[in-house]
């Protein structure tokens, strides 16, 4: 049974740094895209960052470009998620999903993306 679940989330001043971690298990091979995906209240989903699964391709959309760092350990099956200068409006829950893309300047993820179950992030003073 493939599973992902998410950890490192929590409280953190404006300017502040996190890492987020994904942990995969049950999965037959490390050929898959993994990424980082976010939802605030009353918004929708947004994809953040995805990695490919030759650790190198990596895509941000350009609201974090310069302050998130996407990484994947395929030994340890975990992706990362390492945030920096944190703001207010990065608050929201933090998923990651296999089966992630990038088009026309936006992440999604294929209707055949694993989902872990999220991991709330809160920027506040």
């Known amino acids: 049974q493939v599973q992902l679940v998410e950890s490192g989330g929590g409280l953190v001043q404006p300017g502040g740094s996190l890492r987020l971690s994904c942990a995969a298990s049950?999965?037959?091979?490390?050929?898959?895209?993994i990424g980082w995906f976010r939802q605030a209240p009353g918004t929708e989903r947004e994809g953040v960052s995805c990695?490919?699964?030759?650790?190198?391709?990596?895509y941000y959309v350009d609201s974090v470009k310069g302050r998130f760092t996407i990484s994947r350990d395929n030994a340890k099956k975990t992706a990362y998620l390492q945030m920096t200068s944190l703001k207010p409006e990065d608050t929201a829950v933090y998923y990651c999903?296999?089966?992630?893309?990038?088009?026309?300047?936006?992440?999604?993820?294929?209707?055949?993306?694993?989902w872990g179950q999220g991991t709330q992030v809160t920027v506040s003073s």
């Open positions: 999903a296999t089966d992630c893309y990038y088009r026309d300047y936006s992440i999604a993820a294929f209707k055949s993306a694993s």
């Open positions: 049950g999965f037959t091979s490390d050929y898959y895209a």
């Open positions: 990695i490919g699964s030759n650790e190198k391709s990596t």
